[in-house]
């Protein structure tokens, strides 16, 4: 039996009308076979949340490990990817409010000499062209070795990188385009936030991120893990096939490898709060808001959606049924998060997968999110 929690907006143990009962268990229904659509298209293991102003529904299809065929925990913890940037930018943005830091500010003015070499020029990259992915600076994961083959995975997963060694394999590269005369999706633009963040406050990006939004909103199971490589509490199992046929178990992996851009742990449950309380401002005053908000074209974000747009940490998707939602992918080895809210209507959707993420299993994950955000009621 596929396991499903409801939880009533109305608190526990209170009684809802027998209509709204009958209503609750048909989308349930619903929501099982949408994350079963996602599991029949090739991920091991599925855990969707959806958050309404009636409360909070959970399923889960597939398994937590292919090995014992435990069920997905209904709490599971997992990597969440590049939805670390959302949490990055927030703090980069509350940053830029209490008048600490300047959008318009340049990497060399806080990281003098860290972006230099091979045509790259710190002094003409600005902190809202790495927020936006407008900067040029090459992608550091495409050279990272654990997660480009399994034998590189197998002798690398406990390698210990420092912020400075990640930008530095950028710096091998030229830029991909002049700052500011495109968009290109790199992981080095917020390595380079977090030295940044590490400079202005004196504190890690990741003690901040504990600070400003963690703890404040009560997220009980979300955590900057460090170099911790593994994933504490209930999780699913992260697999990777390295685009061969044969699943490896990636669940182990020191985080330090994505740092800034990718290395948070959380949960279905902590993400809804979270991008619920960014959208809804309760994190940002309403200029830095409007300025995340602020989108520019992007479909590189996702060749499923040619019409994504990209904020500041943010992204933008359009709806079936009209009008969008905002929200962050994001991808490491072993695990896919997408996550969708819009604070008019007060839904939000997380959905983790395990695995790879391909084509079909984005199809139906894009489906499930679609179905969710233009459901009324």
Not at 4 to 17: D, H, N, Q, S
Not at 38 to 61: E, K, M
Not at 307 to 316: D, E, P, Q, V
Not at 326 to 334: M, Q
Request: charged fraction near 15%; charge should be negative.
């Amino acid at each position: 039996m596929p396991a499903i929690l409801l939880t009533a907006a109305v608190g526990l143990g209170a009684a809802a009308p027998a209509g709204a009962a009958q209503g609750s268990a048909q989308h349930a229904g619903q929501l099982q076979q949408e994350a079963d659509a996602i599991h029949a298209a090739g991920a091991p293991g599925v855990l969707v949340s959806v958050t309404t102003p009636n409360g909070r529904q959970t399923v889960r299809a597939g398994v937590a490990d292919t090995a014992t065929g435990a069920p997905v925990p209904l709490d599971a913890r997992f990597r969440i990817g590049s939805a670390t940037k959302s949490f990055v930018a927030t703090v980069v943005l509350q940053l830029v409010g209490e008048g600490r830091l300047e959008l318009s500010d340049t990497v060399d003015r806080w990281l003098p000499g860290v972006v230099t070499g091979n045509g790259n020029d710190g002094s003409r990259i600005t902190v809202r062209a790495l927020l936006q992915h407008t900067s040029g600076i090459y992608d550091f994961a495409h050279d990272l070795p654990e997660i480009a083959t399994a034998a590189g995975y197998q002798s690398g997963r406990f390698d210990v990188y420092t912020p400075a060694q990640l930008v530095a394999l950028a710096m091998k590269h030229q830029p991909t385009f002049p700052p500011g005369t495109g968009t290109s999706y790199s992981n080095t633009n917020y390595v380079l936030l977090g030295m940044i963040v590490n400079r202005v406050t004196g504190q890690t990006w990741a003690h901040e991120v504990d600070a400003r939004i963690i703890r404040p909103l009560g997220l009980r199971h979300t955590l900057v893990p460090g170099t911790l490589p593994f994933i504490p509490g209930p999780h699913a199992e992260g697999y990777s096939t390295f685009g061969g046929t044969d699943p490896v178990d990636v669940t182990v992996l020191n985080p330090s490898m994505i740092d800034a851009a990718g290395s948070i742990i959380s949960t279905t449950a902590d993400l809804s709060r979270f991008y619920a309380a960014l959208t809804d401002g309760r994190l940002l005053a309403p200029a830095q808001l409007t300025n995340m908000e602020t989108t520019i074209p992007a479909a590189q974000l996702s060749v499923f959606w040619p019409s994504a747009r990209y904020g500041l940490g943010l992204a933008w998707f359009p709806l079936s049924c009209g009008g969008g939602y905002f929200g962050h992918p994001g991808g490491v080895p072993g695990y896919q998060t997408w996550d969708a809210t819009a604070p008019e209507t007060g839904r939000t959707v997380v959905v983790s997968s395990t695995g790879d993420g391909s084509e079909a299993i984005q199809l139906a994950t894009n489906a499930l999110v679609d179905n969710e955000m233009c459901r009324a009621g």
